[in-house]
């Protein structure tokens, strides 16, 4: 049997200003209404679980889908997302830094995560996953860059900045987990006015 795993981006965040540690970032207003749009389009089965990221943005998009879909929460350390560093360096440097990890993959920042590394440890993940929902949808809320080297290698490509960049806030893609994983949709983004459960 397979499941089916709905990756999800986490909604908008409120930008910290003057550091690059986002981990404490909440969602902004507009975040919060872009995971209900998402909730009341969803595009596949209703999930029988909610997976996250344990890093605010993640958990909070993660809490308005539960309650969406009447599910608890799993938070999952393999979720969280890669960062070349997590002092908090000015933005300008932290830039620097992901430039040169995209670079090259294998480059180990000071992290100690390389994006190669992040990407397997992704992959170990979404596929435990997989194996512990085998028959049903879960809902799989994490970080852009952490599904991005996923789902781009599911492809049949190579994990780019470019592609990364272009996984907006609140969109999900399917993939289906049985031996192995297979990329069923892209990230797109989903959007309707209607919470699931309510009337058509």
């Keep these: 049997m397979t499941a089916t795993l709905v990756l999800v981006r986490h909604g908008e965040i409120v930008r910290p200003p003057y550091t690059s540690n986002f981990d404490r970032a909440p969602l902004s207003e507009r975040g919060e209404n872009q995971i209900r749009a998402l909730g009341g389009a969803w595009p596949a ?14 958990i909070e998009s993660a809490i308005i889908l539960a309650s969406a879909f009447g599910r608890s929460i799993t938070k999952r350390s393999c979720l969280k997302e890669w960062s070349a560093d997590e002092s908090g360096i000015p933005q300008p440097e932290y830039a620097a830094l992901e430039k040169r990890a995209w670079a090259n993959l294998d ?4 992290s100690k995560e390389s994006l190669e590394r992040a990407a397997v440890r992704c992959r170990e993940c979404l596929e435990d996953i997989a194996k512990e929902v085998e028959g049903d949808t879960a809902a799989v809320v994490g970080h852009g860059t952490l599904f991005s080297l996923v789902t781009s290698t599911l492809k049949g490509e190579a994990p780019t900045e470019a592609y990364k960049n272009s996984i907006a806030f609140a969109s999900a893609a399917i993939v289906e987990g049985g031996s192995g994983l297979r990329l069923v949709r892209d990230f797109s983004t989903h959007r309707s006015g209607r919470l699931p459960g309510a009337p058509t």
């Design 45 to 58: 089965d209703p999930p029988s679980a909610v997976f996250a990221s344990p890093l605010r943005r993640s």
């Design 107 to 110: 480059f180990v920042p000071p």
